[in-house]
């Protein structure tokens, strides 16, 4: 509890009387005091009447997970017990401070005065991963006659675990992208693709010709044609740089974060196609090292290993980890990394491991583009300031795309794509790679 806006102002009009009486009509101290004594007995009987007519009930839902990138919704129900609501109450709480309450650190849960339940909701946007608390709910409402904020105090003590996004997977976006690789009744083969025999089938007009099987033809006497579907049973691996770079912020959320979701997507995907999925991940030196399996039965425990991914301060060591990696595959694989660099001197220990790499495996770069270095390139004001950072961006951008053109040289697919692009780019990406038999 503490003293409203209304009852500061009275103090101090009545302090300003008191002093100005007492100096010109000092005989004037009894009607002084009377006033003093009106304005406590009147603020008294506020409290008095607010704390017996506004006693409620308050009911907190907070969801137990939800998806970094998300809103997830922290619902505050009050239940009056006695008499009626206050006419607005004002809400707050106290939270980790990864959990970003929507628009306003004090948003407003205004209920007209009743005997009715009011609700209100939070929206808290999930921008790391990780287990965070909710700890404390405080409510404000005004007294009956507004001479006093009342404060109250409930403990939460409810945690949220921010999880990996996985909604593409949920919504099944991925499986509408990579149905036709997909095996079943809705099998869809790209005619003159693929190297694994499927079956045979009789010669129809539109056919191709080239795929008529002619020594069975010749034993049955019809036209019969080779069926061939994109091969099975491929080795992915999943390879994620966790090191400081990865750790900046790209459009609101780490760059850690959208290389996780666009990873578990296409483990989801590569799941419904028949491969095998890893996992690997290093920064300074190697991390987790998680054998493939069959996507599907690999997704679950991916999304384990990825949700305790730690955000880490410390450079990557590309030698070390991409070595490590290179020890660890027995064979040829489809390699995944998800990486960064600053600038071409920093990205050339990386290309070197890189090229390692793909003497053996097909390999897939994936970076990050940054939005506002586009824009930067073109500034809407020419100052001296903007022209400043026109150039700097104009030769970061460049000097990514040398990096990139480089890795092409090399046999590397790469991918620089915007953060919202990357996980529908990469699906398409690795739909192009198994339809044309890269790997």
């Known amino acids: 509890m503490r003293p409203s806006s209304y009852l500061i102002a009275f103090v101090l009009i009545l302090a300003a009387v008191t002093v100005f009486t007492s100096v010109w009509w000092r005989d004037m101290g009894y009607p002084l005091v009377g006033m003093w004594v009106v304005l406590a007995a009147v603020t008294a009987g506020d409290l008095v009447m607010s704390s017996l007519s506004s006693r409620m009930k308050i009911e907190f839902e907070l969801p137990r997970q939800g998806f970094v990138g998300h809103i997830a919704r922290f619902t505050v129900g009050i239940i009056p017990e006695k008499g009626a609501l206050p006419r607005k109450i004002d809400i707050r709480i106290d939270l980790s401070p990864e959990l970003v309450v929507g628009e306003s650190r004090w948003p407003h849960a205004a209920s ?34 507004r001479l006093l904020d009342i404060i109250a105090r409930m403990p939460v003590r409810q945690e949220i675990a921010v999880q990996p996004d996985i909604s593409p997977v949920l919504s099944g976006a991925i499986k509408t992208q990579i149905l036709p690789l997909e095996a079943g009744q809705k099998d869809l083969r790209l005619r003159g693709e693929g190297s694994e025999f499927h079956q045979l089938r009789e010669f129809a007009s539109g056919m ?78 190697p991390r987790l090292f998680v054998p493939a399996s ?38 040829r694989s489809l390699i995944v990394i998800f990486s960064d660099f600053v600038d071409t001197i920093t990205a050339e220990l990386m290309i070197e491991n890189i090229q390692v790499l793909a003497r053996h495996h097909f390999v897939v770069y994936v970076a990050l583009r940054d939005p506002m270095l586009e824009k930067l390139v073109e500034p809407e004001e020419m100052s001296m300031d ?45 739909i192009e790679i198994k339809s044309g038999e890269m790997i």
């Not at 929206?123 to 409402?141: E, I, N, P, S």
């Not at 903007?386 to 990139?404: G, K, N, P």
């Not at 046999?411 to 990469?426: H, K, N, Q, R, Y």
């Open 112 to 145: 007209d005065a009743g005997e009715k339940p009011a609700r209100a909701s939070l929206d808290l946007h999930l921008t790391r991963r990780g287990q965070y608390a909710v700890d404390d709910l405080w409510l404000k409402w005004s007294s009956r006659l």
């Open 208 to 285: 191709d010709p080239r795929s008529i099987d002619w020594k069975r033809s010749a034993r049955v006497r019809s036209l019969v044609v080779r069926e061939m579907r994109a091969e099975r049973n491929h080795q992915v691996i999943l390879c994620i740089d966790s090191g400081r770079l990865m750790a900046e912020q790209i459009a609101g959320f780490a760059k850690l974060d959208r290389a996780i979701n666009a990873a578990l997507a296409m483990c989801w995907g590569a799941g419904l196609a028949g491969d095998l999925v890893g996992f690997y991940s290093f920064d300074s030196r």
């Open 294 to 331: 069959p996507g599907r039965a690999a997704f679950p425990r991916l999304q384990t290993v990825c949700a305790q991914l730690r955000y880490e301060t410390q450079e990557s060591n590309h030698t070390l980890g991409l070595t490590h990696l290179s020890g660890r595959l027995k064979r």
């Open 386 to 430: 903007a022209v400043a950072r026109s150039v700097a961006a104009r030769q970061i951008l460049q000097e990514r795309r040398a990096v990139m053109e480089k890795l092409g040289r090399l046999g590397v697919l790469c991918l620089d794509s915007t953060p919202e692009a990357l996980t529908s780019d990469l699906i398409a990406r690795y």
